[in-house]
């Protein structure tokens, strides 16, 4: 998988500053959730075939590699990805690097620096994942307790950096239920390698998906 894009832009105040791209990128070799179809691009027109334009046509999941989750993939009759406001998924954000063998708990996060309305980024092991293909079913994970200091702390948005952020062999999903409940937003599959911890300010964007319960996105932070 390539490496991350980093570079300078320029800011609001005239000043450069470094951004560094956490998406993870979209090909035949991206990790997905077992039993879900992989990332495809197939040429249906080609400059190669005298075909006057190169078109793809792609075939995902809206939960394949970087994306962001709305609480209607989990509850009924809450905001789908459409609907969510963008003050959720651009602002403030925080990454915290967990250095932690197995899951996330409340106890690992009770102490952090986590902010009412900021956006949480958790950085762990996982992201060195990234350059493998297949699924690795031995990830980091969040707890149900690590979930309910977050909603308790009352944050727009948590970022996690591998496929799913609950257990594998969770399938109440308790992490998707307790922050959907209070409107928090999940951005799964960033890549937070190369990032050190500390403040940024996140752009994430998902595609509007009319009605759509989830949608890749693309994902940057940039220094402040």
């Known amino acids: 998988m390539n490496d991350q894009l980093d570079e300078l832009i320029r800011w609001t105040d005239g000043t450069e500053k470094k951004i560094y791209d956490i998406s993870v990128p979209l090909s035949s070799e991206t990790p997905v959730f077992p039993g879900r179809p992989r990332f495809d691009k197939k040429l249906i027109l080609s400059l190669a075939r005298g075909e006057g334009a190169n078109i793809s046509e792609l075939a995902l999941t809206s939960h394949t590699g ?27 954000a925080r990454v915290f690097e967990l250095n932690v063998a197995e899951k996330i ?46 909603r308790d702390r009352g944050v727009t948005a948590v970022g996690f950096d591998y496929v799913i ?57 940039v220094e402040v």
């Open 165 to 221: 952020p609950d257990e594998l062999e969770n399938m109440a999903r308790p992490v998707h239920h307790v922050l959907f409940g209070k409107e928090i937003i999940l951005i799964e599959g960033i890549n937070l390698r190369d990032v050190p911890p500390g403040d940024y300010f996140l752009i994430c964007l998902p595609l509007s998906i009319k009605d759509g319960e989830a949608a890749p996105a693309r994902a940057v932070l």
């Open 105 to 150: 708990d409340g106890p690992d996060i009770q102490s952090l620096a986590i902010e009412p309305g900021s956006i949480v980024l958790f950085k762990t092991r996982n992201s060195t994942m990234w350059t493998e293909k297949e699924f690795r079913k031995d990830y980091v994970y969040l707890t149900k307790g690590a979930a309910e200091v977050l």
């Open 66 to 92: 970087t994306h962001v989750d709305s609480p209607n993939h989990f509850i009924q009759d809450m905001d789908t990805i459409d609907k969510i406001p963008f003050r959720r998924v651009i602002g403030g």
